[in-house]
């Protein structure tokens, strides 16, 4: 009895030994993998607070030429879309119950005014955010010899965009009476968040472009290079008419494939925005 004991309780000691080193594995895998779960959401936590800064450092590779006309390779374009696909408001700390709008309601032809936020302006780049009320205007301008990002945030609105008709000889002498010029619709439709960033380029992509907010909206822009006076780089504003303010126009068509055209005349006026201050994540530079 006495021999019967002592083997089962050694029988004990033995499983139980066993079943203490399989839980000691078992409490290391776990340890382990809780590790790298926590390891995972530091870095995602870590990457979204950082969006800004990515935003920034991605600007200053993708745009460390920094000449007027230059556009960056289509990997570089690529690249810089899809750091501002991923932005959200939060991102920059911004949302629309936090933002202060304009107050102006828009009366007759006046139209409330937008406010701008400047994250960051050298002379290779910009970063800036637009935040426009409902029925706030950004008026149809231009972007000479600047690769342009845009990226709606927060919000719906109309967005309408052209490009210049180069060869189009049989108007020219209407352009010279009457001081406008042929352009053909890139884009003409509403747009709401989210949604993808939207590119322009010196010479294609809508380089003319205007926004009509229909909503609350938040507008984030990249330019590259930005506008510069002393470098020949300064907006211009237009108006767009239909094709009965010159009486050659009757001859353009629409195209079967639904291309479409306007005049734009310069419009000898400014844009006045309100300066917004930026409270988002600094900016290392």
């Keep these: 009895m006495n021999i019967g ?29 809780e590790s790298e779960r926590r390891k995972l959401i530091r870095k995602r936590l870590s990457r979204k607070k950082n969006m800004v800064q990515k935003l920034y450092d991605t600007c200053k590779e993708v745009f460390v030429n920094g000449k007027a006309g230059y556009v960056p390779p289509p990997s570089d374009i690529h690249r810089l879309k899809s750091v501002l696909d991923g932005l959200e408001p939060k991102d920059i700390k ?17 139209a409330p005014l937008v406010t701008y936020i400047k994250l960051h302006e050298c002379n290779k780049f910009s970063i800036g955010i637009f935040c426009l009320p409902p029925c706030g205007v950004i008026p149809l301008h231009n ?102 303010c010159c009486s050659d126009v009757k001859k353009v068509k629409v195209e079967e494939d639904g291309t479409r055209y306007a005049w734009l005349e310069e419009r000898n006026e400014q844009f006045v925005v309100l300066g917004g201050t930026y409270d988002g994540p600094t900016i290392k530079i």
Aim: glycine share 6%.
């Design 143 to 244: 972007h000479p010899g600047m690769t342009v990002f845009c990226k709606l945030l927060a919000g719906t609105m109309h967005a309408t965009s052209y490009d210049w008709v180069q060869n189009h000889q049989q108007f020219n002498h209407c352009e010279q009476q009457s001081g406008i010029r042929l352009a053909k619709v890139h884009f003409d439709a509403d747009i709401t968040a989210p949604c993808d960033a939207s590119v322009l380029f010196p010479e294609s992509g809508g380089n003319l472009h205007c926004f009509k907010a229909l909503t609350h909206c938040i507008l984030l822009d990249v330019l590259g290079p930005p506008y510069s006076e002393s470098e020949g780089r300064h907006c211009t504003y237009y108006q767009d008419f239909t094709y009965d």
């Design 94 to 110: 911004l949302t629309v119950p936090s933002l202060e709008f304009s107050s102006r309601s828009g009366t007759g032809d006046e």
């Design 5 to 33: 004991r002592i083997l089962l309780t050694k029988k004990s000691l033995l499983t139980g030994r066993t079943y203490s080193h399989l839980s000691k594995k078992k409490m290391k895998k776990k340890t382990k993998k």
